[in-house]
């Protein structure tokens, strides 16, 4: 494995795009790319123990978001929880797996590979996973205005 073999780790900052119509869950997945990007910028840079912190920072936010969404899921009844659930569990493993090579690498390719897989694993949980629950969210909001109202 060469440096080269390493994609380049774009990661997106939140856009309206991916809003889910929740200013919660939006800020969260807001603060969690923000952190995502800033391990990408730390990794190529390999500063170490900046890294570990970075990576320990952005998976703590990790785990509060799942914890929302789970939360929210078990509120409405959302029927597809369950294969949501593993995604979040696998999601972590992979970040907790990041971490957990940073020390035995001397140039940081392996977590740089651990990363990029990471990165489009969550990107693609946001736009399709976490975007299916969207009108389960949007209808929640709804009944609780007009329970407010
Ligand atoms: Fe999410
Ligand atoms: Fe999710």
């Known amino acids: 494995m060469t440096e080269t073999d390493i994609p380049d780790i774009d990661i997106p900052e939140w856009s309206s795009a ?9 800020a969260e997945h807001r603060e969690f790319l923000a952190r995502l990007g800033h391990v990408a910028r730390l ?19 990790l785990k509060g978001h799942f914890a929302t969404e789970e939360n929210f899921f078990n ?20 970040a ?10 001397e140039d940081f390719s ?20 976490d975007m ?5 969210l949007v209808e929640a909001e709804g009944v609780e205005a007009s329970e407010v109202g």
């Open 18 to 26: 991916l809003s889910l119509g929740n200013a919660e869950i939006d």
């Open 43 to 61: 990794i190529s840079q390999g500063e170490r123990l900046q890294i570990k912190d970075a990576i320990r920072a952005m998976t703590a936010v």
């Open 75 to 94: 509120r409405v009844g959302y029927p597809q929880a369950t294969a949501h659930l593993v995604d979040h569990v696998t999601l972590m493993n992979l």
């Open 96 to 105: 907790l797996e990041i971490e957990k090579v940073i020390d035995g690498s």
């Open 110 to 129: 392996t977590p740089r590979l651990a990363l990029a897989h990471f990165a489009q694993s969550v990107i693609d949980h946001l736009t399709e996973s």
């Open 132 to 136: 299916a629950y969207r009108p389960y």
